[in-house]
């Protein structure tokens, strides 16, 4: 049985009015099924969640929700690799993910890394960038040993 912590909801209501925005019953829904669940969620599966409570909910109002929750900061949208957008609660910790394009294996990483890139960015650029929430693709380390293996070996061979 997830425990519900009220106050965090609050906060994420509060944090919508700041944003000027009206607090209508399916924002709250959504947000309340963004928080219970925890972890990233795409619109689809959050709209099956959301459909069992209002079942005459449209779709497009799920996406239309969690693109104005993007957009005032409150929702992290990512695509994972796999070319599903995937939404994820803010939370006073950030994190981003390392993610293998070889094998699919995901890391996720400190949102502290970062902190040079933003102040490089502020100081060179005048560019206040937004790092919500990045997916970096790369190779891990298994497949990075294994590819330089086969480096290694096409060069012995050419
Ligand atoms: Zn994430
Ligand atoms: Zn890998």
Do not use: W
């Not at 965090?8 to 209501?13: D, E, G």
């Not at 399916?26 to 795409?42: T, V």
């Amino acid at each position: 049985m997830v425990t519900h912590q009220p106050s965090t909801l609050a906060q994420l209501h509060q944090r919508l009015r700041a944003g000027g925005q009206r607090l209508t019953p399916q924002r709250m829904l959504i947000l309340e099924l963004l928080d219970a669940h925890g972890d990233h969620i795409s619109a689809e599966e959050l709209f099956a969640l959301a459909q069992q409570r209002y079942p005459y909910l449209n779709i497009s109002t799920v996406y239309r929700t969690l693109e104005l929750l993007r957009d005032i900061g409150i929702v992290a949208e990512t695509d994972l690799g796999n070319g599903v957008r995937h939404f994820a609660l803010l939370g006073d910790q950030r994190h981003h993910h390392l993610i293998c394009l070889q094998c699919g294996y995901v890391e996720s990483v400190d949102d502290a890394l970062f902190d040079e890139l933003r102040r490089t960015l502020r100081e060179t650029k005048q560019f206040e960038a937004r790092i919500d929430h990045l997916a970096l693709f790369g190779l891990c380390a298994d497949c990075r040993d294994q590819s330089q293996g086969g480096q290694a070996a096409g060069m012995n061979q050419g």
